[in-house]
């Protein structure tokens, strides 16, 4: 698996019209296969990196409220209570913003579900 990162962390975005919301994406893929290896802060980084673009993401704009809900259960696992429940609501009010996407509910029963699940302090 750490080839297969290797190499998506050296892919060149697509020829596309939306080159910046491919590598919006890439990153959080990358970043949720970086925490599922166990290095949550090389996670945190990606995340924080992909989502200081997020006003410039122009199509794809459900990938962020996926990127701050990984981003909150990160925080959540490192017991960063306040910080993870900051994105887990900015993640849940972004959805409601966005129009109808693939896979809503289940991102939408995530965040109830983790938010039940984290310490208010």
């Known amino acids: 698996i750490e080839a297969c990162l ?3 962390a050296n892919i060149v ?4 019209q939306h080159p910046l919301d491919d590598w919006f994406l890439c990153n959080l893929l990358l970043a949720v296969l970086t925490a599922e290896l ?9 995340l924080r990196t992909a989502l200081q673009s997020e006003d410039n993401i122009q199509v794809d704009h459900f990938y962020i409220p996926y990127a ?5 259960v ?7 209570n306040i910080q993870a429940r900051a994105h887990l609501r900015y993640a849940k009010e972004f959805s409601n ?3 109808s996407y693939s896979l809503e ?12 699940e984290v310490p208010e302090h």
């Open 105 to 116: 509910n289940r991102l939408l029963f995530r965040i109830h579900s983790t938010l039940s």
């Open 13 to 16: 975005p697509y020829h596309t």
């Open 38 to 46: 166990g290095d949550h802060e090389h996670a945190l980084s990606l």
């Open 97 to 99: 913003k966005v129009k």
């Open 74 to 80: 990160l925080y959540a696992r490192k017991g960063e």
């Open 68 to 72: 701050h809900f990984e981003l909150g």
């Open 6 to 8: 290797e190499d998506i």
